[in-house]
């Protein structure tokens, strides 16, 4: 029962908190990831992103904007299968924006445990980002993820499918800290066995921990293909 309360008041906490400050951001990422297969259980993914906002600023103030684009992603990852359920993971990702390119490391364990008919996923990462005239970024991230079939007990070709991801980042940047909580429930659509598109929200929480909070709302669409 305690910790039940304890629960709960977290969350007050953190609705209040997100209630209390309000500078405020809300666009769009669409995203295409392709991956290759590879022999010896090995895989290759490439993924980009096109971020763009179509509207930020100050909660009940004069002071907000319209659209802009912010950037355009570009991510490598070489992967490979360890055990039954885990996955280390390794690579590079180039980010394009109006005034330079920023460059980012990338380090993943995954595991996946399939429980009954959904399925458990956890996510232990590190980045690194840099990026000119900034100390290195280093981020420390966790990302729990939920997804199961609407239809039947596993997730067929022409069938819906439902997934929610709750994920910490722990940042890094020369001696300040900050945490940023994702929360993102998404609808999948599997076209066929290599082709499947997802439509969700992502809610980017963060800053809270210097009292100057910052809320994002992303609508996301991905579109994913396998080679």
Known sequence: MKKRYAFLVICLLAISVSFAQNRYQVGTLPTLNISKPLSNNWQLNFK???????KEGITNSTKNSGYDYVHTDAAFVVSKKVGLNNKLAGGFLLRFTNKEIIKRSIQQFTIINTL??????????????????????????????????????????????????????????????????????IFGYVFTDNNKLELGLEYRFNDFVNNNTRNRYWLTIGWYVSL
């Not at 729990?144 to 079939?149: C, H, I, K, S």
């Open 116 to 185: 009954s008919n959904y399925r458990l996923g956890h996510r232990f990462a590190s980045d690194q980002t840099f990026e000119s005239d900034q100390d290195m970024q280093l981020r420390l991230r966790y990302r729990l993820t939920f997804d199961l079939p609407l239809n039947g007990q596993t997730v067929d070709a022409q069938e819906w499918y439902f997934k929610i991801s709750n994920e910490y980042l722990n940042i890094f940047e020369s001696k300040d800290y900050d945490l940023e909580l994702r929360l993102s429930p």
């Open 48 to 54: 980009s992103e096109f971020r763009q906002l179509f």
